[in-house]
């Protein structure tokens, strides 16, 4: 995030937030009633006992792509935390008025100057350990169509590995997992 300081000059603005546990809410966003803990929908979750208003902590969703050329994988150096300097796969998380598919295409764009195709699904993975709080990854295929390959965005640097030239600091538990799933079929001819 950019802010312009009282002397013109744009600062990058580095939030350091780990969440150790969910956020809760107190008040009700309808009514703003008080919220209290009632065992409802098969656990304790916040309820506004005024206008019936029910608290769901949801996981945020994410998406990425696992995109090849010339059978290397293609990655991109983190710029920021969490996991400054390791790296992942390009992704993001979904925008409100986005869905998985267009958000995955989006960050492969904004964070390597590439233009890609979707061609099928990688998978779905439910990452807990991430400090931002729990997230669920979609990380799909991509094909490169276009574009101008370019650290942009939240990256450092961006480069294409060969299945032997993997990195040893990978960013998160998707990007390991994938990857995992992307050697093993090269292995096996799949891909």
């Known amino acids: 995030m950019e802010v312009v300081n009282p002397s013109g000059l744009f600062v990058a603005v580095r939030y350091n937030c780990a969440m150790s546990k969910p956020l809760e809410m107190n008040y009700c966003p309808c009514c703003g009633h008080a919220l209290i803990d009632k065992f409802i929908f098969g656990r304790v979750r916040r309820k506004c006992p005024e206008c019936g208003f029910v608290f769901f902590r949801d996981p945020k969703v994410a998406a990425g792509v696992l995109a090849e050329q010339d059978g290397k994988v293609l990655l991109v150096k983190r710029l920021y935390d969490p996991h400054q300097g390791d790296w992942a796969l390009p992704a993001g998380f979904v925008e409100i008025d986005e869905g998985p598919v267009q958000a995955a295409l989006r960050e492969l764009t904004e964070e390597t100057g590439l233009i890609g195709r979707i061609r ?48 040893q600091n990978l960013a998160f538990a998707s990007t390991r997992q994938a990857l995992h799933r992307w050697l093993r079929s090269k292995k096996s001819g799949l891909a």
């Open 120 to 167: 099928g699904i990688v998978g779905t993975f439910h990452i807990r350990s991430d400090p931002r709080g729990s997230i669920v990854t979609i990380l799909y295929h991509a094909q490169i169509v276009g574009g101008q390959l370019h650290a942009g965005d939240d990256a450092a640097e961006v480069r294409l590995f060969a299945p032997d030239e993997l990195p």
